[in-house]
């Protein structure tokens, strides 16, 4: 069931005091666009990434490399943490190991869901309680 803009205008506006620091972005409002050439890829030093199996398989996909080669791993194997998005993308001198030297994503296509929502981030909220709540595995 899809939540109409009315809708989630609303369910905002009874928790957004909670969320001082947070925006509702809705579908077709502006959104960000990254400009390699203005900044110092911030996001793809700062930041640790977490994957799930889809997003991992569409890298691979994407790559060509093996999950070991671009996930934080242990003695050949991607380290499994016990998350909905169980994987980290590993890392390289300090920063994403698919940012390449021209400051872009050298996986840009099959970049994973945190890289196309950044600097955005999604929270979830219970439409009946009004409070932060987990998402569906098919949110």
């Given at each position: 069931m899809a939540i109409r803009t009315a809708e989630l205008e609303a369910l905002w506006a009874r928790v957004r005091e909670r969320y001082g620091s947070y925006l509702?972005?809705?579908?077709?409002?502006?959104?960000?666009?990254?400009?390699?050439?203005?900044?110092?890829?911030?996001c793809c030093r700062a930041f640790n990434v977490s994957v799930g199996t889809g997003e991992?398989?569409?890298?691979r996909e994407s790559s060509g490399l093996p999950a070991s080669r671009f996930l934080e791993s242990e003695d050949g194997e991607p380290i499994a943490l016990p998350l909905a998005k169980p994987f980290v993308l590993g890392r390289s001198e300090g920063h994403c190991v698919f940012l390449d030297a021209e400051l872009t994503c050298?996986?840009?296509?099959?970049r994973p869901d945190p890289c196309r929502s950044y600097p955005h981030q999604v929270v979830f909220v219970d439409a009946a309680s009004g409070r932060p709540a987990q998402p569906s595995p098919e949110a």
């Amino acid at each position: 069931m899809a939540i109409r803009t009315a809708e989630l205008e609303a369910l905002w506006a009874r928790v957004r005091e909670r969320y001082g620091s947070y925006l509702l972005v809705l579908p077709g409002e502006p959104s960000f666009i990254c400009q390699p050439h203005e900044c110092d890829a911030y996001c793809c030093r700062a930041f640790n990434v977490s994957v799930g199996t889809g997003e991992a398989e569409r890298l691979r996909e994407s790559s060509g490399l093996p999950a070991s080669r671009f996930l934080e791993s242990e003695d050949g194997e991607p380290i499994a943490l016990p998350l909905a998005k169980p994987f980290v993308l590993g890392r390289s001198e300090g920063h994403c190991v698919f940012l390449d030297a021209e400051l872009t994503c050298d996986q840009y296509e099959a970049r994973p869901d945190p890289c196309r929502s950044y600097p955005h981030q999604v929270v979830f909220v219970d439409a009946a309680s009004g409070r932060p709540a987990q998402p569906s595995p098919e949110a």
